[in-house]
């Protein structure tokens, strides 16, 4: 090797070196450390106690199995996620793609909800849901839906669904504008050509458009599971018991009542482990479904 090469590779790391170690230290080193405190029971103050694998057997098998709840509820918050935000946020993104008039502004009044904060949003949907005086409840009122109207978070079966559709209102601009920004990358050209061959508009943005912002449609599937599987902040400004009977307690929530509310650290580290390790796990999956097959299907 030559020793011009051997200079460009040192200022190449050199100019890495940085990044790294703050990926190393903020981003690996804390998953060890977790990793580390998993296997042991700890308070924060005293010594640590060995238990090996007994929190992980706890987590999952002691009664009553909150975790398996709070996993069931993320897992179906992720899939409202990919099934009901993602299609909502694709056809904003079709339709302002085709470039509209006051695409623009539209792309602004989508994308504001993402800039607010989280438990400014949390507190303007409690208002909303207050069962006395709560935009829901007078306009159920004003209707003549008076019977309809319940203490929406107080009710283990509208909970979950009343803490989704904030999650929804506030990331649907989020998804929107990855999507619109790869609507946007497909060639003008291409969809001129199939609508002079005779194609619609919808059957361009079926056998065009969407094939071609595969790789946006992935990534914005892969942000949306693991945002499901990591949400906290909202479910907490909204239900901060977990709703009633835990209906909507998620592993964040769960971890939190572990490190903060009981001190287990030992356990609450466990939580954070298994969260990883799914979040790892649904991202390899989501890859793998959307990795691209040749033409013997290999």
């Known amino acids: 090797m030559k020793k011009k090469d051997v200079i460009n590779y040192i200022n190449v790391f050199l100019f890495l070196l940085p990044a790294l170690a703050l990926f190393i230290?903020?981003?690996?080193?804390?998953i060890f450390k977790s990793l580390y405190y998993s296997f042991f029971d700890w308070n924060g103050m005293t010594d640590m106690t060995f238990v090996g694998i007994d929190n992980y057997k706890e987590l999952f098998t002691s009664?009553?199995?909150?975790?398996?709840?709070?996993?069931?509820n993320a897992c179906l918050l992720a899939a409202l996620s990919v099934?009901?935000?993602?299609?909502?946020?694709l056809g904003f993104a079709l339709i302002l793609g085709r470039g509209i008039k006051g695409e623009r502004p539209f792309l602004s009044i989508y994308f504001m909800p993402v800039l607010i904060s989280t438990v400014v949003i949390g507190q303007l949907w409690?208002?909303?849901y207050n069962p006395d005086?709560?935009?829901?409840?007078?306009a159920?009122?004003?209707?003549?839906?008076?019977?309809?109207?319940k203490p929406w978070l107080g009710d283990e079966r509208t909970a979950l669904m009343c803490v989704f559709i904030p999650t929804l209102w506030q990331y649907v601009g989020y998804h929107m504008l990855l999507l619109y920004a790869g609507v946007k990358g497909?060639?003008?050209?291409?969809?001129?050509?199939?609508?002079?061959?005779?194609?619609?508009?919808?059957?361009?943005?079926?056998?065009?458009?969407?094939?071609?912002?595969?790789?946006?449609?992935?990534?914005s599937v892969i942000f949306a599971v693991t945002g499901s599987l990591?949400?906290?902040?909202?479910?907490?400004?909204?239900t901060p018991s977990g709703g009633p009977k835990h209906c909507t307690e998620v592993p964040s929530t769960r971890l939190f009542e572990m490190l903060i509310s009981r001190n287990r650290y030992g356990m609450g580290s466990a939580i954070a482990v298994v969260m990883i390790i799914l979040c790892f796990a649904f991202a390899l999956m989501i890859s793998q479904a959307f990795k691209e097959r040749d033409i013997y299907g290999k």
């Open 25 to 30: 230290f903020i981003l690996i080193a804390p």
């Open 63 to 72: 009664k009553p199995i909150y975790f398996w709840k709070s996993l069931g």
């Open 83 to 89: 099934f009901i935000q993602l299609p909502i946020s």
């Open 126 to 128: 409690l208002k909303i």
């Open 133 to 138: 005086y709560g935009l829901l409840t007078v």
């Open 140 to 149: 159920l009122q004003k209707m003549g839906f008076a019977d309809l109207c």
């Open 186 to 219: 497909v060639s003008p050209d291409i969809r001129e050509a199939a609508r002079i061959d005779g194609a619609s508009e919808s059957q361009v943005n079926r056998y065009i458009v969407i094939p071609s912002i595969k790789p946006i449609l992935k990534v």
């Open 230 to 238: 990591k949400s906290y902040d909202l479910i907490y400004v909204l």
